[in-house]
């Protein structure tokens, strides 16, 4: 089953695909936690592998997926309604990085994105006459918090995708804070919403890489590529929930 963005055959996909916007990230976390990984999609760039999980425990030896994104809504639209649709994909999990907004987490932390606000309209037509709620699989997430327990610092809650990477609404970071969202990222809305849609999984983990409000803590592009080791192990829980 070749679609427009994706040239797999359809049974080249686990039952659960872990998500990062940069198909090179795609490429490394596949050599990091998959035996056996073989390419199953290139279409523009945008790499899928499958292979079985290496670590261990339980889930040693089960199959896995991990493809990219590409970067905001649209893209990872795109490719969320593919796999649902064509390619028996049951479970998605966004692994990658937000900007924190609330005083209470740091860089570094772990944010489990169980709502997502957002400034997009890609959700409005879903339900008509409907402001429709964006919120994650919330059996995949209590896997992921499980997971994460006396072993890093991880946030539960709110989130919001923006449309805009620099543009901002006087009045709007102020408005966040005090409305509890945790951190601004680029994809979960789109994604919560295209899993409601098939009827399938989704959650968001990221790593918060740097602080729209505590400035002078954001991280470098090499910590940006080294520190997300937690996030991963827990998407790698949810996608076996």
């Known amino acids: 089953m070749t679609t427009p963005h994706i040239n797999a055959e359809t049974?080249?996909?686990a039952?659960?695909?872990?998500m990062p916007g940069d198909p090179k990230r795609a490429e490394r976390m596949a050599g990091m936690i998959l035996d056996s990984a073989r390419l199953v999609t290139d279409v523009r760039g945008m790499m899928g592998f499958t292979g079985t999980y290496s670590g261990s425990g339980e889930h040693y030896g089960k199959p896995l997926s991990i493809m990219g994104s590409g970067m905001g809504m649209p893209s990872i639209a795109i490719y969320a309604t593919e796999l649902f649709r064509f390619f028996d994909v049951e479970r998605i999990?966004?692994?990658?990085?937000?900007?924190?907004?609330s005083p209470d987490v740091?860089?570094?932390?772990?944010?489990?994105g169980v709502g997502a606000h957002t400034t997009s309209s890609m959700n409005e037509l879903r339900i008509?006459?409907?402001?429709f709620s964006a919120i994650a699989d919330l059996?995949?997430?209590a896997a992921a918090l499980k997971a994460a327990e006396g072993t890093m610092n991880v946030f539960t809650g709110p989130i919001i995708s923006a449309d805009h990477f620099y543009f901002s609404i006087?009045?709007?970071l102020d408005a966040m804070v005090?409305?509890?969202?945790?951190?601004v990222e680029m994809e979960a809305a789109s994604l919560y919403g295209v899993a409601a849609e098939h009827g399938k999984g989704a959650l968001t983990v990221l790593t918060v890489s740097d602080h729209l409000t505590k400035k002078g803590t954001d991280m470098t592009s090499e910590e940006r590529e080294s520190r997300f080791q937690g996030a991963l192990t827990l998407a790698i829980a949810a996608a076996f929930a």
Not at 106 to 112: A, F, L, N, Q, R
Not at 128 to 131: A, N, S, W
């Open 93 to 101: 999990i966004r692994v990658g990085t937000a900007g924190g907004i």
């Open 15 to 18: 039952p659960a695909v872990l």
């Open 128 to 131: 008509p006459g409907t402001h």
């Open 170 to 172: 006087p009045g709007q």
């Open 139 to 141: 059996r995949m997430a």
């Open 106 to 112: 740091s860089v570094g932390d772990v944010i489990i």
């Open 11 to 13: 049974n080249d996909f």
């Open 178 to 183: 005090a409305h509890g969202v945790l951190g």
